[in-house]
C-alpha cells in the first residue's frame, strides 16, 4: 500500500503548497482512492500536477465528513472526473449528478477496504487490512481515536495510523501501534513524536508512505 499526502496543514515537499485541510491518495489492491479533497481546489489540483497524480486515474472517492477543510475540492475533481463518492449520512450533496453512496454502519467497500460506518454522527474513517495488519486514514477523529480503532479492530489488528487526530491525547492507544502519521489538526503532534520517536512519521504535502 501507497499513501501520498496531497493537501495538509505543512509540506513535505517545499515544491508544494500548505494550507489548512487534508487529501491523501491512497494506492491499494488495485484501487486509487482519493481520501478527502483539501479546502481549495487550486491548491488539491496545484499539488497534484507537482506530485503526478493524474485525476483521471483515480477510481473513487471517500469524503470523512462534511467540513470545508477536507470537502473543498470535491467538486472541481468531480467535474474533472465524475466517479462514486463514499460519504457519510450526515453530509449534504445538494448536486444530483453526483454518485454518492451514503454511508451508516460499517461496511466493506471492496476485499480488504472498509469503512469504520459513521461514529457519533460526523465523520468515517477508512480501513485497509493486509496480511501483516490494518491500517487506519482518518481526516480529523471527531468522533475519538479510541472509537475509530475500536471500529477498526473488528475488522483485524491495527498497526498503522495516519491521518488528522485533533485533540487526541489518550497518548497510551499508540502503544500497541507500529508506526503512526499524525497530520492536519493535530493538536498534539511534538507530544507523540517524543513519546514514540521510533514509530512516529512526519506528514506534510508530498509525503509518501509504503506501508
Given at each position: 500500500?501507497?499513501?501520498?499526502?496531497?493537501?495538509?496543514?505543512?509540506?513535505?515537499?517545499?515544491?508544494?503548497?500548505?494550507?489548512?485541510?487534508?487529501?491523501?491518495?491512497?494506492?491499494?489492491?488495485?484501487?486509487?482512492?482519493?481520501?478527502?479533497?483539501?479546502?481549495?481546489?487550486d491548491?488539491?489540483?496545484y499539488n497534484?500536477?507537482?506530485?503526478?497524480?493524474?485525476?483521471?486515474?483515480?477510481?473513487?472517492v471517500?469524503?470523512?465528513?462534511?467540513?470545508?477543510?477536507h470537502?473543498?475540492?470535491?467538486?472541481?475533481?468531480?467535474?474533472?472526473?465524475?466517479?462514486?463518492?463514499?460519504?457519510?449520512?450526515s453530509?449534504?450533496?445538494?448536486?444530483?449528478?453526483?454518485?454518492a453512496?451514503?454511508?451508516?454502519?460499517?461496511r466493506?467497500?471492496?476485499?480488504?477496504?472498509?469503512?469504520?460506518?459513521e461514529?457519533?454522527?460526523?465523520?468515517?474513517?477508512?480501513?485497509?487490512?493486509?496480511?501483516?495488519?490494518?491500517?487506519?486514514?482518518?481526516?480529523c477523529?471527531?468522533p475519538?481515536?479510541?472509537?475509530?480503532?475500536?471500529?477498526?479492530?473488528?475488522?483485524?489488528?491495527?498497526?498503522?495510523?495516519?491521518?488528522?487526530?485533533?485533540?487526541?491525547?489518550?497518548?497510551?492507544?499508540?502503544?500497541?501501534?507500529e508506526?503512526?502519521?499524525?497530520?492536519?489538526?493535530?493538536?498534539?503532534i511534538?507530544?507523540?513524536?517524543?513519546?514514540?520517536?521510533?514509530?512516529?512519521?512526519?506528514?506534510?504535502?508530498?509525503?509518501?508512505i509504503?506501508?
Amino acid at each position: 500500500m501507497k499513501v501520498t499526502i496531497i493537501y495538509d496543514n505543512t509540506a513535505w515537499d517545499k515544491n508544494l503548497k500548505s494550507d489548512w485541510g487534508f487529501s491523501c491518495l491512497v494506492e491499494v489492491f488495485g484501487k486509487n482512492i482519493l481520501f478527502d479533497t483539501g479546502a481549495k481546489a487550486d491548491i488539491l489540483d496545484y499539488n497534484m500536477r507537482q506530485l503526478r497524480i493524474d485525476p483521471m486515474q483515480i477510481d473513487e472517492v471517500f469524503i470523512s465528513h462534511s467540513h470545508s477543510d477536507h470537502t473543498g475540492g470535491l467538486s472541481w475533481f468531480l467535474n474533472l472526473n465524475p466517479v462514486k463518492v463514499y460519504i457519510p449520512c450526515s453530509l449534504a450533496v445538494s448536486d444530483d449528478t453526483v454518485t454518492a453512496i451514503r454511508v451508516t454502519e460499517k461496511r466493506k467497500l471492496h476485499d480488504n477496504i472498509y469503512s469504520t460506518g459513521e461514529l457519533k454522527n460526523i465523520e468515517h474513517s477508512l480501513i485497509i487490512r493486509e496480511p501483516t495488519g490494518v491500517t487506519v486514514i482518518a481526516g480529523c477523529s471527531h468522533p475519538g481515536v479510541r472509537e475509530i480503532l475500536h471500529a477498526a479492530s473488528e475488522v483485524g489488528k491495527v498497526r498503522t495510523l495516519i491521518g488528522g487526530l485533533h485533540g487526541f491525547n489518550e497518548f497510551n492507544l499508540i502503544d500497541n501501534l507500529e508506526t503512526v502519521c499524525p497530520t492536519h489538526c493535530t493538536q498534539f503532534i511534538r507530544e507523540i513524536k517524543d513519546l514514540y520517536p521510533d514509530k512516529t512519521l512526519e506528514g506534510g504535502a508530498g509525503k509518501v508512505i509504503v506501508i
